[in-house]
């Protein structure tokens, strides 16, 4: 069982950054996949970023490639997603999850966080 609670979300003006947390509880964290997803207002979730269990490898969505950075603390059982050059079509409850596959499916994520929100202003 993998407990995740995610922080760090705000509002922030267009061209901002933002850092998100996420903190697992439990001592398997260094065996899954992680991965961040985000929700916009009457969207479905998408896939945004993951990264593997050791950190080596990362993948992001074509949308945020470039801007976004994934990355992954062990010791602290935490993975962290920043967010440069933020856009106001970035605005959505962005939320970390786990997997015991490295991969960009939503459905094969088997533990989420709650979601924090982001607002970027224009």
């Known amino acids: 069982q993998v407990r995740l609670v995610e922080s760090g979300g705000g509002l922030v003006q267009a061209g901002g950054s933002l850092r998100l947390s996420c903190a697992a509880s439990g001592r398997t964290f260094s065996t899954y996949a992680m991965g961040w997803f985000r929700q916009a207002p009457g969207k479905e979730r998408v896939f945004v970023a993951s990264i593997n269990w050791s950190g080596r490898t990362s993948y992001y969505a074509d949308s945020v490639k470039g801007r976004f950075t994934i990355s992954r603390d062990n010791t602290k059982n935490t993975v962290y997603l920043q967010m440069n050059s933020l856009e106001p079509e970035d605005t959505a409850i962005y939320y970390c999850?786990?997997?015991?596959?490295?991969?960009?499916?939503?459905?094969?994520?088997?533990?989420w966080g709650q979601g924090t929100q982001v607002t970027v202003s224009s």
């Open positions: 999850a786990a997997s015991i596959s490295y991969s960009t499916r939503l459905n094969e994520y088997d533990y």
